[in-house]
C-alpha cells in the first residue's frame, strides 16, 4: 500500500517552460510535506516543504501547492534550467507520530535546452 | 556548509557475507535516518533514531539487519549476512528534531554478487 504517489515517471519540459510535478497521498494523517532532488550516485537534497496549515510555498524558482481536500501537492518549477534534470521524490510525514518520511517513487524530469 | 557524511560510497560483497556501512550526522541533529533506496523507486525507512534510541525500526529486516547509534551521535547499519536482494543504495539522513526536514548523505550503493 503505497502512501505517497508519483504517477508519472518521467517529465520533458523545454528550457524557460514551466515544469509541473504531482504527488498523491492517502494517509490524512500526514501534515509536513517536502520535496526532495535527486542526481544519480548522490543522496537526495532538500528542497523545498510545506505544512499542511498552508496552501502555498514560494522559494525563487520554486513553488509548492497544497491541496488538503484532495489529498495532492505539486512542485512547480519556473523558469526549467537544464540544470533542474533530476529525479524529484515529493515526501511526507505525520508529525505526532514520529516524522517518519514517507517517499513518493520518484518522478525523473528532464530539462531541454 | 554541514552535511552528513557516510562511508564507503561504493560496496560490493558476496552473498552470505557481513557489510557494515557508517553515518556521521550533522553536528547538532538528534534524528538520524536509515533509508534504503532500490533503483527506480522511492526511499524506504529502515530505522529511526532519537539520540541513541531506536524510534522506528518496523520496516528493519531484523534478522539480518542491525543498527546502533550508541552515543546518539555516528551510526553503523550491518548487514549479516548479506543478499542478492540486499543491492541497494543506502542512505543516511539526520534533521535537528523530528519535525524539520532530513538532510541526507551522499549514500552507499551497496552490490551484492
Known amino acids: 500500500d503505497q502512501q505517497v504517489k508519483q504517477n508519472s515517471p518521467s517529465l520533458s519540459v523545454q528550457e524557460g517552460r514551466i515544469s509541473i510535478l504531482n504527488c498523491d497521498y492517502t494517509n490524512s494523517m500526514f501534515d509536513y510535506f517536502l520535496w526532495y532532488k535527486k542526481y544519480p550516485a548522490e543522496g537526495p537534497t532538500f528542497l523545498i516543504s510545506?505544512?499542511?496549515?498552508?496552501d502555498k510555498n514560494e522559494d525563487g524558482r520554486f513553488t509548492v501547492f497544497l491541496n488538503k481536500s484532495a489529498k495532492h501537492l505539486s512542485l512547480h518549477i519556473v523558469p526549467s534550467q537544464p540544470g533542474d534534470s533530476a529525479v524529484y521524490f515529493c515526501?511526507?510525514?505525520?508529525?505526532?507520530?514520529?516524522?517518519?518520511?514517507?517517499f513518493g517513487g520518484g518522478t525523473r524530469l528532464m530539462v531541454k535546452p | 556548509e554541514a552535511e552528513v557524511a557516510q562511508s564507503p560510497r561504493y560496496k560490493i560483497t558476496e552473498k552470505s557475507q557481513a557489510v557494515a556501512f557508517w553515518c556521521d550526522p550533522i553536528s547538532g541533529h538528534a534524528t538520524l535516518y536509515w533509508y534504503r533506496q532500490i533503483l527506480g523507486q522511492g526511499p524506504e525507512l529502515l530505522v529511526q533514531?532519537?539520540?541513541?534510541?531506536?524510534?522506528?525500526d518496523s520496516q528493519l529486516p531484523k534478522d539480518r539487519f542491525s543498527a546502533e547509534r550508541l552515543k546518539g551521535v555516528d551510526s553503523t547499519l550491518k548487514i549479516q549476512p548479506a543478499e542478492l536482494g540486499d543491492s541497494a543504495m543506502y542512505l543516511c539522513?539526520?534533521?535537528?528534531?523530528?519535525?524539520?526536514?532530513?538532510?541526507f548523505g551522499q549514500g552507499t550503493r551497496l552490490t551484492v554478487v
Open positions: 510545506i505544512s499542511s496549515i498552508k
Open positions: 515526501a511526507a510525514s505525520a508529525r505526532n507520530a514520529g516524522n517518519m518520511l514517507t
Open positions: 533514531f532519537q539520540d541513541e534510541s531506536v524510534v522506528d
Open positions: 539522513a539526520s534533521s535537528l528534531r523530528r519535525n524539520t526536514e532530513a538532510f
